[in-house]
């Protein structure tokens, strides 16, 4: 059953970041570029939270990541730098 659970939040996040991305990619279009760039650090920050805690593999988040600089090419770039797993 845990299994299961952790399966539905890990799909969870990654709708969550996946929304969050488009929804940063169409304002980034209407910012100037030192708002956008924070508001993509603010989220790039989130799904390194997300990573560490295991809600996400990083592989995956990568992969969002990825797919959403493909579909939004306005969309600023930062240094992503993953976990892959929260230090105990």
């Known amino acids: 059953m845990q299994g299961m659970i ?3 939040r890990c799909e969870r996040t990654e709708r969550l970041l996946v929304a969050r991305l488009e929804t940063l990619a169409r304002a980034a279009s209407q910012l100037r ?13 989130a799904t390194m ?3 560490a805690l295991e809600m996400i593999q990083a592989e995956r988040a990568d992969e969002i990541w990825r797919d959403a600089h493909i579909r939004h090419p306005q969309l600023p770039q930062v240094e992503i730098e993953l976990p892959q797993r929260l230090a105990a």
């Open 6 to 8: 952790d399966e539905t």
């Open 33 to 45: 570029h030192p708002e956008a760039e924070r508001l993509v650090e603010l989220a790039s920050v």
């Open 49 to 51: 939270r997300a990573v």
